[in-house]
């Protein structure tokens, strides 16, 4: 097949990161015979840089002309001033709303190996694969809010609807499907009305259509308990834009390292964007001391969800799984004084395992 896609490389680690994943792509496009065809545009802080706009218009262009994005990384200190008008997470914020990518699949792994770099026993970690299944374009991230006010207060206003609510809880169900046929819908029914919403639009599609799929509706507050005491419970994790966000990040504990982290962002077509959950890490930037499998475990769900390349999609997740069974570590899971590799010499390994 041939395809087009958008690269960005943002900010900090972002393009020694996104220059592996690529690699990567190249080496699956000899093997298989695709042509993937890329086009580099700016987003972040080195496009307020350029353009002034974290999101410039030409960066929208050239994504509206390719079947799929592959974002690295955006921020840094250099842009973390409250007051600056614009903030490099627009650029983020704006490309997920322009393209309606509601669905923000991020999968997560315990990886045996990497045990020793959780807080968590062996015995709770063995097996722990689930996926979260993350509102992208709704709730508090973009409802009515007023920013500066007159200084004394500020509000933003979780709200959703019932086709926002439905559209994603779908997302949720199939994937399940396809999975251990469980789901686990996050709310705070409790208290706010929003999400009483949620939980009655979620147990409504389940009657409907989903009554294969084994569901439970957790507090948001008993859920991140959940994680850490009984984390191989949990199959498809389904939670609103907020939530999602707070719980995913505690949830990536479970894989060792945040860099080892991919996801997807789709919509209602098969157009995704395709990024490492982790962020810029401007400390470590530009000292090979980056881990490039979230990138490049993103490239396998791009193949996968975008592509419809199944195979090759697999053969990218063998290959990384082998080069860490060969004993290769960045440096963020070598652990302290132990060697290893660089961010490019664990890219090369992934391509030469393909
Ligand atoms: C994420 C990030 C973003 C979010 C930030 C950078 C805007 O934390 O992708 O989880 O909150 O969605
Ligand atoms: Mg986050």
Redesign the pocket.
């Given at each position: 097949m041939k395809a087009k896609i958008t690269t960005l490389p943002g900010d900090g680690i972002g393009p020694e990161v996104l220059e592996q994943a690529i690699a990567v792509l190249a080496r699956v496009a000899s093997k298989y015979h695709h042509e993937f065809v890329f086009h580099e545009a700016l987003i972040g802080g080195s496009a307020i840089d350029k353009t002034g706009s974290a999101l410039p218009a030409e960066t929208l262009r050239t994504a509206e002309q390719c079947d799929a994005i592959l974002l690295a990384a955006v921020?840094g200190p250099k842009w973390d001033n409250p007051t600056a008008p614009v903030r490099p997470?627009q650029g983020?914020?704006g490309i997920r709303r322009h393209f309606e990518l509601f669905a923000n699949l991020r999968p997560v792994k315990a990886y045996q190996a990497l045990a020793h770099f959780t807080p968590l026993r062996d015995d709770l970690l063995a097996g722990v694969d689930l996926l979260f299944v993350r509102e992208l374009t709704g709730g508090i991230y973009f409802g009515p809010r007023q920013e500066q006010g007159d200084g004394d207060s500020a509000y933003d206003t979780e709200l959703y609807s019932v086709d926002e609510v439905r559209r994603v809880a779908e997302v949720a169900f199939r994937a399940a499907q396809g999975r251990r046929k469980k789901v686990s819908s996050i709310d705070k029914a409790n208290v706010l009305a929003s999400m009483r919403l949620w939980r009655r639009t979620v147990t409504q599609l389940h009657a409907e259509k989903y009554v294969d799929i084994d569901l439970e509706h957790l507090l948001v507050d008993s859920c991140t308990m959940y994680l850490m005491t009984r984390p191989r419970s949990f199959d498809v994790i389904l939670a609103s834009n907020m939530f999602g966000?707070i719980l995913s990040d505690e949830a990536s504990v479970l894989a060792g390292s945040l860099g080892m982290l991919p996801s997807a962002s789709l919509g209602a077509g098969t157009f995704g964007l395709y990024e490492p959950v982790h962020g810029s890490a401007p400390d470590i930037a530009g000292q090979g001391k980056a881990n490039p499998i979230g990138t490049i475990l993103s490239v396998a769900m791009m193949l996968r969800h975008s592509f419809g390349l199944e195979k090759e999609a697999q053969a990218v997740e063998d290959a990384v799984d082998m080069v860490l069974a060969s004993g290769a570590r960045t440096a963020d899971i070598a652990g302290q004084g132990s060697s290893y590799v660089s961010t490019e010499e664990f890219g090369q390994a992934v391509v030469g395992q393909i």
């Open positions: 921020g997470e983020l914020l966000d």
